[in-house]
């Protein structure tokens, strides 16, 4: 089966998602950027796509670091509509891309936090 693309609402947020990212000092941050990020992208897609309305929040979604992960909600992933364009789109793919900023990101930040340390002694 034909994956459905949404490479238009990823190139969309692409510009505001590098701009969050570039500013992030913490963990904390990058990870506020992704599930921001997805909020929008999913909200934007299940209103123009899929013509429903699903109260989406940035809480709903998570950067596990320790396991390189993304998490989603199981109150949203229980929705039909996201389960539908989990399936048949590349959301997943677009979502894994916008991790591998965040960890990256996170990996600059460790790296420059452990050079602070050194640099202080």
């Given at each position: 089966m034909?994956?459905?693309?949404?490479v238009k609402y990823e190139n969309e947020f692409i510009?505001?998602?590098?701009?969050?990212?570039?500013?992030?000092?913490?963990f904390n941050d990058a990870s506020n950027a992704f599930s921001h990020i997805a909020k929008k992208i999913f909200t934007?897609?299940?209103n123009e796509e899929y013509k429903n309305d699903i109260d989406i929040k940035d809480e709903d979604f998570d950067?596990?670091?320790?396991?390189e992960k993304y998490k989603i909600s199981k109150k949203l992933f229980?929705?039909?509509?996201?389960?539908?364009?989990?399936e048949e789109?590349?959301?997943?793919?677009?979502l894994e891309r916008?991790?591998?900023s965040v960890l990256n990101r996170a990996k600059h930040l460790k790296n420059l936090d452990k050079?602070?340390?050194i640099d202080r002694r």
């Amino acid at each position: 089966m034909k994956k459905i693309s949404f490479v238009k609402y990823e190139n969309e947020f692409i510009h505001e998602f590098n701009d969050l990212i570039n500013k992030s000092e913490d963990f904390n941050d990058a990870s506020n950027a992704f599930s921001h990020i997805a909020k929008k992208i999913f909200t934007k897609i299940i209103n123009e796509e899929y013509k429903n309305d699903i109260d989406i929040k940035d809480e709903d979604f998570d950067v596990d670091f320790k396991n390189e992960k993304y998490k989603i909600s199981k109150k949203l992933f229980s929705n039909e509509t996201i389960k539908k364009m989990y399936e048949e789109s590349d959301i997943e793919a677009i979502l894994e891309r916008f991790l591998k900023s965040v960890l990256n990101r996170a990996k600059h930040l460790k790296n420059l936090d452990k050079k602070n340390k050194i640099d202080r002694r």
